[in-house]
C-alpha cells in the first residue's frame, strides 16, 4: 500500500519537475497573478449602486476569465500525458518498470494538478493579498474568493482529465492537440452558445425553465460559474443571476458534484482504455 | 496447469496477430533459469515482439505466455517488474533529463537504493556526462544509458533487444563484461542480436526466428549438427608425409586439399570424434590438429536461405 502510494509520488514528482524546468508553472503563476490584478483594477471603479467588496467584484470578473483559461491551461499540461509518452517511446521502458498503469495515470494527475494548485495559489492568492492591503485590509468575500480559488482547482482537475481521455484516444501527438483545442471549444465556448440559440428558437415550448438549468448544470464550465455566481450572497445579485429565474438556484452542492463527476468519469474512463492499449 | 519451475520464461502455442498480419506464428519456446537465451533472426522476424510478450507489454492473440511463473500481463505481475530489466532496440529517453536524474527516477521507481546509481554510470562509463541533458548524448551513450537502467537492481530477467548495435568494440567489451558479471550472479539473459559473430560465444541456446516462426532452436552445436554443416579440419603433418597421411584417412573421412606440409578434412558434426580417434592413431606424423566449426553466420545463413519454414 505504501509502496503502491509512493510509486505513484515518484510520478507525480517528475511532472512536476518538468513543469518548473519547462517553466509552465512559471508562465502559468505569472499569466493568472497578472490577470487577477488587472481584472481588479478595471472591475474597482464603477460598482455602482450595489455594495460590494472589491474582492466580491474580483470573484465575478475571475470567475469570467478563469472559465476559458484554465480549461485551456489544464488542457495544454495533459493532452500529451499518455500520447506523447507512446509517440516518444518513453512509454515502452515505464511499462516494464513495477508500475501499474492506473499508478501512471494518478502520478500524472496528482502531479499535473500539484501544478495547477500552484499556479492558483500564487496567481490567484497573491492578487487576494494585494488587493486586502490596497483595500486597508478589509477583508470582505473572502470565503467567496476562496471558493472561488478552490473551484477554479477542481475545474482544472475536470479539465486535465478531459485532456488524459483525448489522450488515451488518439494514436497521434498533433490529433491530441486538435483534439483538445476541440474540446475546450465545445465545452467552453459552444456549448454556451448552442444552448441560447436553442433557448431563442424554441421560445420556451420546450425547454423549460428546469430543463434549462440542467442542460447549464451538466456542462462543466458552466457549473464552475454557477457555483460561484450564485453560491455566496452579493455576487448573485452583482451579476443578475438571481434575477433570471429560480432555475438558477443551483446551490452550491449540485455544481461541485458536477464538477467531481467530471473528473472522476473521463478518469475511469482513460485508465480503461489505458489498460487495454498493447505496445 | 502445472508451472514448470525450471523455466524462467515460457511460450505456449503463442500466436501474435496484428489485424491480418501474423507477426509471431505458433511459437512453443522455454527459457531456461539463468541462461543466456539468445533470439536470431531477420528484420521483422518477430524478435522484438516476441520479446514484448514476454515483457507483457503485449498480449498473445493465441496461446500462453509465463514468466517467472505468472502470465506477465496479469495485473500482480506489476510487482515482479521489480526483478526485471530491459533495455528496448533504440531506446528513447525524456530529452530534457540529464543522465543522473534519469537513472535516480528508474531508480525509484525500482525501489533500488540511490547508492547504485553512481555505481552504474561509471559502469557505463557515463559519470562525466551525468549532469548533461539526454538530448546531448550520443547514441551509443544513449544505449549505455540504456544498459545502466536495465541492470538496476541486478534484475533475475535481463532482456536486451539488439543491444549492441552502433557501439564500438570497445564499449561493447564493457556491455557483455556486465552482463556476464550478471550472469554469475543467476540472472536469466534474453538477447535479440544481429551480431552474429560475439553473441555465438555467450549464448547457452539460440532460438532461430523466421517470418514469425521458431525454426530452430538450441545450442550451437545443435543447430550446426541439425543443419549439418561439415567441421573443417587442418593437419600439420611433417614435411613430406602430406600425401601418406591423406591416403590412411581417405577411407575414414572425405579429404578437401593436400599439399607438402598439411592437409584438410571435412567432415559432418556426428562424425567428428570418430575422425579425431583415426587421426591420434596416425601418431608423431600429425604435428597439429586446428578445427573449424561452423561459424553461427553459417548456420544462419543455412536456416534463412535453405530451409523454407
Known amino acids: 500500500m505504501i509502496r503502491m ?32 490584478l488587472a481584472l481588479s483594477y478595471l472591475g474597482s471603479a464603477p460598482i455602482g449602486e450595489i455594495r460590494a467588496g472589491v474582492l466580491e467584484v474580483s470573484v465575478v470578473s475571475l470567475t469570467s476569465l478563469s472559465m476559458y483559461l484554465l480549461p ?22 515505464l511499462l516494464t518498470y513495477p508500475v501499474a498503469r492506473w499508478q501512471i495515470l494518478s502520478g500524472k494527475f496528482l502531479g499535473h494538478a500539484a501544478i495547477l494548485l500552484l499556479a492558483i495559489l500564487v496567481g490567484y492568492g497573491g492578487a487576494l493579498g494585494v488587493l486586502i492591503l490596497v483595500g486597508d485590509g478589509d477583508t470582505t468575500g473572502w470565503q467567496a474568493y476562496s471558493a472561488m480559488m478552490a473551484s477554479s482547482l477542481l475545474l482544472g482537475c475536470v479539465f486535465l482529465n478531459i485532456g488524459y481521455l483525448i489522450s488515451s484516444l488518439v494514436r497521434e501527438r498533433a490529433v491530441a ?24 428558437i424554441d421560445e420556451g415550448k420546450h425547454i423549460s425553465e428546469g430543463l434549462f438549468s440542467a442542460l447549464m448544470l451538466v456542462n462543466p464550465a ?25 432555475g438558477f438556484e443551483s446551490g452550491l452542492v449540485a455544481p461541485i458534484l458536477v464538477m467531481v463527476l467530471w473528473v472522476i468519469v473521463p478518469f475511469l474512463l482513460t485508465t480503461a482504455l489505458f489498460h487495454r492499449r498493447e505496445l | 496447469m502445472p508451472v514448470n519451475t525450471d523455466h524462467a520464461i515460457e511460450l505456449r502455442a503463442v500466436d501474435k496477430r496484428y489485424g491480418k498480419t501474423v507477426v509471431v506464428d505458433g511459437i512453443d519456446l522455454q527459457v531456461h533459469n539463468g541462461e543466456c537465451f539468445v533470439l536470431i533472426g531477420h528484420n521483422g522476424a518477430g524478435k522484438t515482439t516476441i520479446m514484448k510478450l514476454m ?44 543522465g543522473l536524474e534519469l537513472l535516480g527516477y528508474y531508480a525509484r521507481l525500482k525501489g533500488v537504493s540511490s547508492t547504485e546509481i553512481g555505481r552504474r554510470l561509471e559502469q ?71 551480431a552474429l559473430n560475439e553473441i555465438e560465444v555467450r549464448a547457452d541456446r539460440i532460438a532461430v526466428i523466421k517470418h514469425g516462426r521458431l525454426v530452430a532452436c538450441g545450442s550451437l552445436s545443435d543447430l550446426s549438427r541439425r543443419v549439418g554443416l561439415p567441421v573443417r579440419t587442418r593437419l600439420a603433418v611433417a614435411s613430406g608425409s602430406a600425401a601418406r597421411v591423406a591416403g590412411q584417412l581417405a577411407a575414414h573421412t572425405r579429404i578437401d586439399r593436400v599439399n607438402d606440409h598439411s592437409v584438410d578434412l ?35 545463413l543455412h536456416f534463412m536461405n535453405g530451409e523454407r519454414a
Not at chain 1, 471549444?185 to 436553442?198: C, E, K, Q
Not at chain 1, 460559474?225 to 455566496?232: I, P, S, V
Not at chain 2, 549505455?144 to 537502467?149: E, H, K, P, Y
Not at chain 2, 567428428?272 to 553459417?298: C, F, N, Q, W, Y
Open chain 1, 177 to 200: 492537440v486538435g483534439a483538445a483545442v476541440g474540446a475546450w471549444l465545445l465545452l467552453v465556448v459552444l456549448y454556451d452558445l448552442g444552448l441560447l440559440s436553442a433557448l431563442l
Open chain 1, 72 to 93: 485551456l491551461i489544464a488542457l495544454m499540461l495533459s493532452f500529451d500525458a499518455l500520447v506523447g509518452e507512446f509517440e516518444h517511446g518513453t512509454m515502452l521502458l
Open chain 2, 124 to 194: 557505463v562509463g557515463l559519470l562525466d556526462a551525468a549532469t548533461r541533458r539526454l538530448n546531448t548524448y550520443s547514441k551509443g551513450m544513449r544505449q549505455r544509458l540504456g544498459l545502466a537502467q536495465a541492470v538496476l537492481g541486478a534484475p533475475r530477467l535481463l532482456f536486451l533487444d539488439e543491444p549492441t548495435t552502433g557501439l564500438d568494440p570497445l564499449v561493447r567489451r564493457d556491455f557483455y563484461q556486465i552482463i556476464s558479471d550478471l550472469r554469475s550472479g543467476g540472472t536469466t539473459v534474453v538477447i535479440s542480436s544481429h
Open chain 2, 55 to 98: 515483457l507483457g507489454l503485449t498480449r498473445p492473440s493465441i496461446g500462453q505466455v509465463m514468466v517467472l511463473g505468472e502470465d506477465p500481463m496479469n495485473r500482480s505481475f506489476v510487482a515482479r517488474r521489480q526483478a526485471m530489466g530491459y533495455l528496448p532496440e533504440s531506446a528513447s529517453f525524456y530529452p530534457h533529463m540529464t
Open chain 1, 5 to 36: 502510494l509512493k510509486t505513484i509520488l515518484i510520478l507525480a514528482a517528475k511532472e512536476i519537475r518538468d513543469g518548473l524546468r519547462n517553466r509552465w508553472v512559471a508562465a502559468t503563476i505569472l499569466l493568472l497573478g497578472t490577470l487577477a
Open chain 2, 266 to 300: 571435412i567432415c559432418p558434426e556426428d562424425e567428428k570424434m570418430a575422425m579425431l580417434r583415426h587421426i591420434a592413431d596416425l601418431g608423431d606424423t600429425v604435428l597439429d590438429v586446428s578445427m573449424t566449426t561452423p561459424r553461427l553466420d553459417e548456420i544462419y
Open chain 1, 222 to 246: 458552466d457549473a464552475y460559474r454557477l457555483f460561484n455566481f450564485t453560491g455566496f450572497g452579493e455576487i448573485g445579485r452583482l451579476v443578475g443571476a438571481t434575477d433570471i429565474g429560480a
